[in-house]
């Protein structure tokens, strides 16, 4: 039985160790408790036979996300461009193409519908401030359509259309639940997903972290020391006008508040007393996690490249569609990473592992020809199957979510506060987002506090 | 620390109580454990400071609903009509109206638009097996759909959309998640929303219970005495080889089996080992509760019935857009339901509760006259906030869905069997389809066990 705290944290991923290890700093005593035997959440490092790291969860940072930069810099994790160069392969309706960009030479003027359709998609976003999405005189209106019938109906250019879609709504354009319109502005508003269509200036690479993301959580759990509980699931968050008190694996702590650290989705599933009110336990409820499996294949050396491929891969068929190079900085061995998304991730996850491995291998083949097909090793991370996660990305927005219930999203409950990806205003759904959030719920704890 | 039984129900709704009825009378030693301190779920009954009985939950049943008139009998409670006898009052963008049907004259040839769309939906709906909506040809693409725009694209009689919509989607017909036409086509296969439009025959009118729905789940659980536990919130599932524990409320229970007879949603909040699959956990990830506030009107008499009115109302505004007479079976006294849905609910449950009465009765004012605002008594419920509810009807399933996860609705997983009218193949969302799926869990228990 710990002794009493002023504040526990619920979930150790990047957003509940940001929020302890501020709160800390600032002279606050505070507990983490992590319902897994490990920290990090969706960050997830793992290893080939031969000492390779490979991330099975978050890995990519923007320009522009300076939080996570620093943070990195503070806890000596170096950052490296991620490898980006040369040409994409295309894979549409069984035939494979190779194009340095987006788009093919048959696709005519879909570069310039695709600016062209960023601009108004820019301008709609621009409406509402990325905290109150629902705040703009059509937000009603948008969030009863989806992007794809807006897209369907204002850009002619199906390659154009397609270039959007993916761009907005991340690796996971295919949803099996829709994403409301108002959804996609918000992401366009909350991060920089059509900047590569507005602007010429090169933002520079998208970076990835030497020896992986999952150290970021690490080196932060590492520095609170024993304030951070393992395989502590809380089950139940009881408050009452003298404080809180979280039960977790017959433990039972009390503290003056807690900060939930969690998708919706899963904070959900927490016991509260009393009851949370109606509007948050729906939200709940209408913002499911994204499945995806993440797979890698180790190569003794980066074979793609001979081929002037950047082994990035964009298709609109079979297990894998999206892939790209996820080499370590040196640049030696090679290793590729696939992405397998919501239905296909459902329809694999059934197979035998031998079966779900030459499915995959199949698809590589397709896209980087036979030598693709003979990794040296092959590794899976199936995050429907993760108990404590369920998904990987942040979560879906289906139509009618955000003007109904978005309000609950980050609004404290008594001394109960909101944090993770899902509740930031700024790269919702990304690594920096959940610092962002954890930010933001230490600063409504300490001003709460004080 | 209960004794080890066969079968533990987690639920004491119209569906976990029936399969426990069952099993009990094949002689097996069963359990239920119910969270609240009462039986019932979604159905309760209240009473007006007169001793009159309303249902402030699921209340109706309809023609050709067996299992609960023979499961009624068996109990002894009796069945009446419901008042629907007179004309409805319809109210459209602010204008009231009466008719003696769901069309007023200026609506056309919308009678005829509504039996031909009705013809061409039920034949869509024939075409897949009501326990698997996923199977036919076209399910994929129905499911990518929703009702709403398919009725757009083919019926051209604005009225005929209306009440179509209202017929398949109940009194929520207004949803924040657009119901996948693929689940309207399955409302349609499991029940009768469009029998009325389809044949001449009455089939005969929809019923109540004297006394109130909830007197069957009392009565099934006063036979099962000291087997159903109240105050009993399962948190812990676990299972193995040997059987399963259940943990609630401080106890630990084993049995062979447990059937779980909660809404999809509900049931995604209690923590299984291992986990459940990927699959199972997502579709309770996808499948919210319907948010609803019913509220009740107490009148010294039916006096609606003097200008000829049913009580019931169709309107396209305010708070409270369903209404019908809910008085007792002699007819006195008075007695108006009227139903207040997701959007409007999560508006006026942030009133001050004179404020929400103050809005109810001006809807009733506008619909009924003056005398409307005038109750003896007023009541309402808001399932939104009953933490173990969250809702009255049948959960929501929106695009994608049933294609993406149906599948797992009803699969037991190892010694864990599902109920609850949400995995009911007919009639789902309804009180016969609670007893038939309690039937079913049973019938698949019943059949492992021996």
Known sequence: MPAPCDV???GAGLSGLYAARLLASAGIEVMVLEAQ????GRTLTTYFGDGTFVDDGGQWISPGQHCIVKLADELGVRLFPSWSDGAMVHWR???????????????????AATHEAAKVLSEMAETFPPEEPWAAPESAQWDRTTLHSWLATHVTSEPARRVLATSIEGVFARNSMPTSLLAALFWIRCGDPLTPFLTTNDPGPERRFDGGAQQLSQRMADALGERV??????TTIAQDSDGVRITAAQRSISAQRAVVAMPPALAGRIHY???LPALRDHLTQRVPMRWAIKVHCLYGRRFWTDEGLSGQVVSDAGAVRVCADNSPPSGTPGVLVGFIEEAEASRVAKFP??????????AFV????????EPLEYLEKNWGDDAFCRGVDGGYWPAGVWTG??????????????????????????????????????????????
Chains 1, 2 share one sequence.
Do not use: C
């Open 366 to 373: 397709r896209y980087f020809g036979p030598m693709a097909g």
């Open 405 to 450: 219930y978005g309000a609950s999203l980050r609004a404290p409950i008594g001394r109960l506060h909101w944090a993770g990806t899902e509740t930031a205003s700024i790269w919702n759904g990304k690594m920096e987002g959940a610092l962002l959030a954890g930010r933001r719920a230490a600063e409504e704890v300490l001003s709460a506090i004080s």
């Open 37 to 40: 035997n490990r920290v990090g």
């Open 8 to 10: 526990v944290v619920v």
């Open 273 to 275: 007393q009393p009851a």
């Open 353 to 362: 592992p031998r079966e779900r491995r030459a499915e995959v291998l199949a």
């Open 93 to 111: 309706a069984g035939v494979r193409a190779v194009s340095n960009g987006l788009f093919l030479p048959e696709d005519g003027n879909s570069a």
């Open 229 to 234: 509980l393992l395989n502590a699931a809380v």
